[in-house]
């Protein structure tokens, strides 16, 4: 091999050391290796920055926006409440998302899916106070195997059938024409589903002992956060109406505790959980900000700290919750809310209060402040820089929750269907599937589903520069000639062995470039060696070009070699070797799935 071949082998060490080793983040680590690749001149700067303008990395983003959207129109939550049901173990959450990412999700494509359930997942974890970690693994992995039960579930079985059309077009001898011919919609579907039987029976009941348990920060801290009190109304027309507490998930929200119902001027406390809620209940809570900003998520469940506040309810999309802490000099001690008038003075309605070291009561408004009692506002996009220097506040800062538009939840899903429908039919539509979710994320910032601001926040920047940064590391390795030197060898030391033998090197080696490289990279690597070896052994290449569609997307080993194990990597609190741990026997056994079966469902006879 030349000298670049073994630099860039070199460099993938060194980059798998790093990130077993937790030596830097992962968007780091890979944009060093591919600068080094660079600097050596094995790839040009061109080829190192050309995963940040790939279709991938680009719909990935888009999927960020779009599905930011749903969670600010609350349509995500009304999705992942038919999604996971009523789970209320990891087991039990773990065997629903497998069967709704089978069925309901079945046509999407699975970074969509993964995009989608990713907040739907950790939401789900912080309600029930399980680790994000013991989920977000099998996530992917689900993902990744239902992809293959249709052609249109990965892009990478559209790869490779493009490269079966390609070469079936352009290749002399009518043998490799004739195998070769187009792929059809359902015709994996058979070894998809016995990859989804095996994958499924490994994630629910072995990897139950290798999955990580690890607290998020949501958990670490909510001992310590500051605890207050809010008042609710239930408004006519709420989902929550004719429910008992219970069903209606009002005991399971984290760090939430409801003191008590007030129903007709009559007080109903301590509140049982099979106590139903009617119209116009008055709800009393204690519980930490997250929490109260979760209650905001449910229609018609409005926070109702000062008599306006309800009357302002359809301005609130435009407000921001913000903390405010009465200063010893403010005009507010000694008074209650009522009796400040706070909205009027300063434009600006208080959802809650917190007084350290004392659990309130009562109502929010009639709370008479002390110095030092925070509270919890919803006020305009300024308020924190307006009255930063007020004397009248100790302390002012904005918080990250934002209101929740529900009048727009039917648009934000309408548009959600759309992109959907236009994934499954963009072959006849004649868009990409990037084409079609940046539309998608552009027509949920116009219609108002989500600000724009918003939208630029919800994207996660660390995965988007390590998906792109790992095309840069998968072009080192195939322009310095290590992957086609690698692959021949093998290739060949198995080539006395039979056609089986062959497959499942094929496979193997398909699988290892995935890992290394990407999915796509991988396959466009092996296709012609596939294809050139089946000729030599005198058989039909059709088993080994399926042999590499399923190698090259069922790869569970290493979180670079797909983007949506890096999608979940940092959500879940993972490391690099928990993939590794968990993905290495999952990779064995499909593979022995695959290799046993595909001659069975495509014969080597020619």
Known sequence: MEWQAWFTIAVVAVLFVAMVKEWGSPDVVLVAGAMACTVAGIITPKEAFAGFANEAMLTVAGLFVVVAAMRETGALDTLGARILGKAKTAEAALLRMGVSLNTVLAFLNNTAVVAMMLPIVTDWCRKNRVSPSRLLIPLSYFAILRGMCTLIGTSTNLVVSGLMAQTAASHPEQAVKAALHPVGLLEITPLGLACVAAGTLYLVFAVRKLLPDRKDLIEQYGESAREYLVNVVVQPGCRLIEKTVEEGGLRHLPGLFLIEIVRDGQSIAPVAPDEVLRANDFLTFTGVVGSIADLERIPGLVPVGDEAYEAQAHQRTRRRLTEAVISKTSPLVGKTIREADFRAVYNAAVVAVHRGGTRLTGRVGDIVLHVGDTLLLQAGSHF??????????????????????????????????????????????????????????????????????????????????????????????????????????????????????????????????????????????????????????GVSPRPFAFAIMFAASLAFAIPIGYQTHMMVYGPGGYRFGDFIRIGLPLNLLLWIVCVALIPLLWPFTP
Not at 482 to 510: D, H, Q, R, S
Request: net charge neutral; proline share 4%.
């Open 384 to 537: 924190a820089r307006a009255h930063r220097n007020n004397p009248d506040f100790v302390l002012v800062s904005r918080l990250d929750a934002r209101p929740v538009r529900h009048e727009r939840a039917p648009l934000a899903l309408s548009i959600l269907v759309a992109m959907v429908a236009c994934m499954v039919l963009s072959d006849y539509l004649k868009l990409s599937i990037a084409v079609v979710v940046t539309i998608a994320a552009v027509a949920v910032v116009a219609s108002r589903c989500i600000s724009a601001p918003a939208a630029r926040e919800s994207v996660d920047w660390e995965t988007l520069i390590s998906i792109a940064a790992s095309f840069g590391i998968g072009a080192a390795l195939d322009k310095s000639g290590a992957a086609k030197l690698i692959a021949e060898a093998v290739v060949g030391m198995a080539g006395g062995w039979g056609p089986i033998a062959v497959l499942g090197a094929i496979y193997f080696l398909t699988l290892l470039f995935t890992e290394l490289l990407t999915n796509n990279a991988a396959a466009a690597l092996m296709f012609p060696l596939a294809v050139a070896v089946a000729l030599q052994l």
